[in-house]
């Protein structure tokens, strides 16, 4: 709780800080005290002479007046300080500092937030009222961080190049919701120099919306510092308040400035609350103090003047009436009423107020408790463990709160603690049960008013040791008893190699007064050790060591009934035998009466405390034998005997031998590997691979047992090699060394279709088709070979349906020396009229191929053959080509023996400087570069062979654009309608015209604009033209090739009047379009290839629309996919994909609309056919492909 002072007021420099707002009736403002106390509120150096013991404080210090029962000035801090203490938000607090002028300082508050829902609300002032947030800037910085580990706020205020007038008071408030917490503290500035700088007046006067950087402030504080020790030296001193109460509010800012007053503000806010106390009371003529003091046990006095005695006087202690009594009297002096309260108590520190009529005054008494002082001091101590320890100290008071602490933290006695407060009147006694050196410590006893301290030691009782314990060796299965006294009934622990000893059914752990027994019934092997005993609370050990023999034993039951052991050579052999005895015993291993070495060698021994291992690395052969063991310790000796066998894989087979190759096979040979390495060989397994590669393929999984093998499925022409692995109990030998390579190869198929292509009297040529089945081998070229008639003898295979001639290998002759890789060649040098057999076989790597023979005998003399000509399809029709264009055309065509060509053009022979003609053996072309409207004619070709003529005609066709029309006229305007009419054009471009575009110009601008496009007739109406415009028109011709590089326009213009007569349009009757189906182009004979796609084609019209339907031979064609049918603009196509002989006959194509039927037949002839087997192979019934066989060769028995 705040002192109740009254405050005297300097505050020219620096303003006073402000209280806590939740206290606000418990200390005044300064220079708020009623105006009929002058006396106990004066500034500084201005206090009347009947005041001289009043306390003062010289420049700015306000002086402190107490009331009646006033405490000493130390008392004022420790006020202070316990108010600090009641701090509810504040963690850390800023503290106050010095900082020399230009130098830089930070404050830091700290707030906890555990108990805070959001951040507190943080604000830093100067003085009483100058909020610092809006003076932030260059020379003044406010931060905030969060904790977010400890939940702690951070604030901090840093001044930045401090300047002389930041010296005074600071405040930092915090609040968060109905809490409140604030702290005051101070800055002083130092020069850093000890001259004083210039004073410039006009810096005194900054404010804000200069751009500097103490803008918004208004500060003189630097110029009057210094003028205020010249007014005290040159004018009296002068009561400030009194002028400024005095004063017209024009005047304060002049007065400020004069005395130095910066906090124009809180000036203003005090001269308000001077002038509301100063109104009079009507009952009062002296009011009571603000606060009174006193300490407890004293006395102290109210005193109120009344402005009228008869008025009626009532004391009340917080809101409660008080009567006199002895603690509480009342007396009556005059005017003056007085209340004495007697012997203060703590309960009594509370607010008081008196009432006279219907006014009241207030006031507040605060009771101090005297402090309590400790007369006897607590004094060092040393116990031993176990005893009784008693702490006694005296204090000033009975009954006195005291606080005992032990290394500065307090001592709480409880119910089960071994700490208990003892208190006597004054005596405090502190009593320790059974004390333990944990309770060496420094305690202390704090009072209100001073404190104690002093030590504890508490240490052990010396110990003696009467019986140690000793060392034992005992036997395995006999019974240990370890056994000590102590000087003291103490107990302790017994460990064994450290670790803390168990009670089991067979250990048991003894203790009787001083002597301590640990006894193990059978004991065993691991009951050898170290065992200590040691007493409790003290640093004393009593070891002894447990020492527990056996006999050696051998333990082989992990062995055969033999005892021999099986290592594969080359494998790291470890043997481990168990072993026991106590001590562990010492293995010698031998063979051959050679005892083997502990060490790093390839057959060594290693020991262990349970086992014995023999070692061998790396087995070998030689390594086979009897070991022997010898165990021996000090309980005695052990021997055994191992026999080792080391067998091995056998030997790698020599490198196997491929006999036999086929196209995908081999037979291969091996003989059996030289060692078997001592284990019968159980087979082998094989591995091939391809030769430039690195992967071998395992061929068989189950062992084979002979060493005979068949490898298959390998890839014809590539390179093999193959390796062989040996098998036994053991494992598999590494490979044998690879075969040879070799390489799976095979023959060529027959050659196929071996015909006769032309005869002459001294040669016949012949051709042939490669085989069917080439191989991987490749084909690298054929022999054909030939004899005489009358030098075979037939005979009939029935195979091929073919004869083959049986005939010794010296009859046939080889027609060419080399192999030729054409499938056509011609044997010369025939004599005329001969018959001869002709052969051809196909040449690889793996030799030749069976031959393929020619049906019959060949008669060695020219055949002559009809020519022929064969129009390609569409030369059949019109050949239409633009002017410019390539013409390039081939017509093939058959004879012999070479036929003869003529050319003719309409009848006249053809300018080869024009048109160029190539001829060959089989076609002639006829190559035109650029084509010209001359070349257009028709062109006759000739083909003679002897007496045999063929002919055949092209026609061609070169077309260009056509001229413009002749001559183009207006032949009547009316409204806003032009009538033209033109004649055809002279040149129509070797081409029908198809059309005319119209176009018009307005005469003004002459853009020409097309109004008519593909337009047939001859004459025309231009409608929708412009009323008041004149008109020019022309005219473009259209063929094929598109529209004629000029164009004919009118000769006079067409004007649109505005006063038009008036035209009735003709009324036309409706023309009737229906028409009954009819073909505008027929179906035409067509020969196809077998094999390639062929197409029907015509047109057909008709209204409506009539439905198409395509037949073979009267059969309806549906849902065929070797069909596909078209219509596209009239013109009908039927596709008959990959035709075979069976396709050929009479087709016919069928519209039928409303008005009519019609039909239109052509036959289609295939040429080339398949044979039976191909037929059959694509589900041609076997009847359907002999009766077609039988026409086929009825038909034309020449090429059958």
């Known amino acids: 709780m705040p002192e109740p002072t009254k405050k005297e007021e300097n505050e020219v420099l620096a303003p006073a800080p402000a209280p806590p707002p939740e206290e606000p009736n418990k200390e005044k403002e300064a220079g708020t005290a009623p105006a009929k106390e002058p006396n106990k509120e004066k500034e500084a150096g201005t206090a009347p002479a009947k005041e001289p013991n009043k306390e003062k404080e010289a420049g700015t210090s306000p002086g402190k007046e107490w009331s009646i029962g006033e405490s000493p000035a130390g008392e004022e801090q420790d006020k202070q300080n316990a108010n600090s203490q009641l701090s509810t938000l504040f963690v850390e607090k800023p503290q106050g500092g010095t900082v020399k002028v230009g130098e830089n300082i930070t404050f830091i508050a700290k707030v906890k937030a555990e108990d805070l829902l959001r951040k507190p609300t943080v604000k830093w002032f100067k003085g009483k009222w100058m909020d610092l947030a809006s003076k932030a800037g260059k020379h003044l910085q406010l931060k905030e961080t969060f904790e977010r580990h400890s939940r702690v706020y951070t604030f901090e205020m840093q001044i930045i190049k401090a300047k002389e007038n930041y010296a005074g008071n600071y405040r930092c408030e915090v609040t968060y919701k109905d809490k409140f917490d604030s702290c005051s503290f101070d800055l002083e500035v130092h020069e850093s120099t000890g001259t004083t700088p210039n004073i410039d007046i006009r810096s005194a006067f900054k404010r804000s919306g200069e751009g500097q950087e103490d803008a918004g402030e208004l500060d003189f504080s630097g110029l009057l510092k210094r003028r205020e020790v010249k007014q005290q030296e040159e004018q009296p001193e002068v009561d400030v308040w009194e002028l400024l109460k005095n004063a017209k509010p024009s005047e304060y800012e002049k007065i400020a400035f004069q005395y130095g007053i910066t906090d124009l503000r809180g000036m203003l806010k005090r001269l308000k609350r001077m002038r509301r106390v100063e109104k009079k009371s009507a009952a009062f003529a002296k009011i009571l103090d603000p606060a009174y003091q006193v300490d407890k046990g004293g006395r102290v006095r109210f005193v109120v003047e009344l402005a009228d005695p008869k008025l009626e006087v009532k004391w009340y202690k917080n809101g409660q009436e008080i009567r006199p009594s002895t603690k509480y009297i009342f007396e009556h002096k005059g005017c003056e009423r007085i209340m004495f309260i007697n012997n203060c108590a703590l309960t009594d520190d509370s607010e008081y107020y008196v009432t006279a009529g219907d006014e009241k005054c ?138 803390p000893v168990q009670e089991t059914d067979r250990l048991k752990i003894v203790h009787k007064g001083r002597i301590h027994k640990l006894v193990i019934a059978n004991a065993l092997v691991e009951d050898e050790g170290d065992y200590v005993f040691t007493p409790d609370a003290y640093s004393v050990t009593l070891p002894a060591k447990v020492h527990v023999i056996d006999p050696p034993k051998i333990n082989l039951d992990g062995l055969d009934a033999d005892n021999t052991v099986t290592v594969i050579a080359g494998n790291k052999l470890r043997l481990e035998i168990p072993i026991s005895g106590e001590p562990p015993p010492k293995a010698i291993w031998s063979r051959a009466d050679k005892a083997i070495m502990e060490g790093s060698g390839r057959i060594r021994a290693e020991n262990y405390p349970d086992s014995t291992t023999l070692v061998i690395d790396i087995a070998e052969k030689d390594d086979s034998g009897v070991y022997h063991i010898n165990l021996k310790n000090e309980a005695g000796e052990a021997h055994a005997s191992i026999k080792i066998k080391v067998v091995d894989i056998p030997d790698p087979p020599v490198a196997p031998n491929v006999t036999d190759v086929g196209d995908d096979w ?153 192999l030729i890789d054409k499938t056509k060649f011609t044997i010369t040098g025939l004599p005329t009229d001969s018959r001869i057999f002709v052969r051809v076989k ?108 063929e002919t055949a005609s092209i026609d061609i066709q070169v077309v260009d654009r056509p001229g413009p029309p002749q001559l183009v006229k207006i032949e009547d305007v009316w409204g806003e309608n032009v009538a033209l009419s033109w004649t055809p054009p002279r040149d129509d471009g070797n081409t029908a015209i198809t059309g005319y575009t119209i176009q018009k110009a307005d005469k003004k601008s002459m853009e020409w604009f097309t109004v008519i496009e593909h337009y047939h007739r001859t ?59 009819m073909f505008t182009q027929p179906l035409v004979n067509t020969y196809a290839i077998a094999g390639y796609n ?80 191909r037929l059959l192979l694509q589900g041609v019934p076997p009847n359907i492909i002999d009766s077609y066989l039988r026409d086929l060769h009825s038909s034309n028995p020449e090429e059958y």
Request: proline share 7%; charged share 25%.
């Open 362 to 499: 207030s006031t507040e008494l605060f009771v101090r408790e005297p402090p309590v002082m400790v007369t006897k001091q607590l004094e060092d101590t040393k116990a031993y463990c176990g005893e009784r320890v008693e702490l006694e100290c005296e204090v000033s008071e009975d009954d006195a709160n005291v606080k005992w602490f032990k290394n500065g933290e307090e001592i709480i006695p409880g119910p089960k603690s071994r700490y208990h407060i003892r208190v006597e009147g004054k005596k405090h006694i502190l009593v320790i049960e059974g004390a333990t050196k944990a309770d060496t410590a420094e305690y202390s006893v704090m009072t209100t008013g001073g404190q104690s301290s002093a030590k504890l030691s508490v240490d052990l009782k010396p110990l003696k040791i009467l019986t140690p314990l000793t060392d034992q060796t005992v036997n395995l299965g006999k019974e240990i008893c370890l056994k000590c006294e102590v000087s003291e009934n103490i107990t302790g622990k017994w460990t064994k190699n450290g670790l």
């Open 666 to 818: 081999c037979i291969m040979t091996w003989e059996p590997p030289v060692y078997d390495g001592g284990s019968p060989i159980l087979g082998y397994f094989i591995e091939r691979k391809k030769k430039q590669s690195s992967r071998w393929m395992r061929l068989n999984f189950d062992l084979c047992k002979e060493t005979t093998f068949e490898p298959k499925k390998m890839i014809e022409g590539v390179a093999y090699e193959v390796r062989i692995f040996a098998v036994n109990a053991v494992g598999i030998s590494k490979p044998s060394m690879p075969s040879k390579p070799f390489v799976p190869l095979a023959v060529t198929s027959p050659p196929t279709l071996l015909t006769v292509d032309s005869v002459t009297d001294t040669t016949v040529t012949m051709k042939w088709r490669p085989p069917d089945q080439i191989g991987a081998a490749g084909l690298d070229g054929y022999v054909l070979e030939y004899c005489f008639e009358g030098s075979t003898s037939a005979k009939q295979s029935d195979e091929n349906g073919e004869a083959a001639y049986d005939l010794p290998a010296d009859d046939w002759i080889v027609a060419n020396t080399e």
């Open 842 to 949: 196909a040449v690889n790597a793996a030799g030749a191929s069976e031959p393929k023979y020619y049906s019959q005998p060949i008669l060695v003399k020219e055949i002559i053959e009809p020519p022929k000509i064969r129009i390609p399809r569409h030369l059949k029709q019109t050949y239409i080509r633009r002017v410019g264009e390539a013409i390039n055309l081939v017509i093939p065509f058959q004879g012999k023996p070479r036929p003869e060509l003529i050319w003719t053009k309409d009848g006249a022979p053809i300018d080869k400087n024009q048109i160029n003609i190539r001829n060959s053996e089989t076609d002639t072309i006829i190559f035109i570069r650029k084509a010209e409207r001359s070349h257009s004619g028709k062109y006759d070709l000739q083909v003679k062979v002897e007496k045999f003529v």
């Open 1019 to 1077: 004459s025309a109406t231009i409608t929708e033209l412009v009323i008041g415009n004149e008109y020019y028109f022309r005219v473009f011709a259209e063929n094929m090739c598109g529209l004629s590089e000029e164009a004919t326009m009118t000769k006079e213009s067409a004007v649109i009047a505005k006063d038009g007569k008036i035209y009735k349009n003709p009324v036309y009757e409706d023309f009737d379009f229906t028409e009954a189906p």
């Open 1094 to 1173: 062929a197409t029907l084609n015509c047109s057909v019209r008709g209204n409506p629309k009539p439905k198409i339907t395509w037949m073979k031979n009267k059969v309806a064609i549906k849902d065929d996919p070797r069909y596909r049918m078209f219509s596209n603009q009239g013109v009908c196509t039927l596709e008959i994909r990959k035709p075979s002989p069976y396709d050929g006959g009479t087709y016919c194509c069928k519209a039928v609309n409303d008005l009519g039927t019609v039909e239109i037949e052509c036959k289609l002839e295939v040429k080339g056919g398949l044979s039976f087997c």
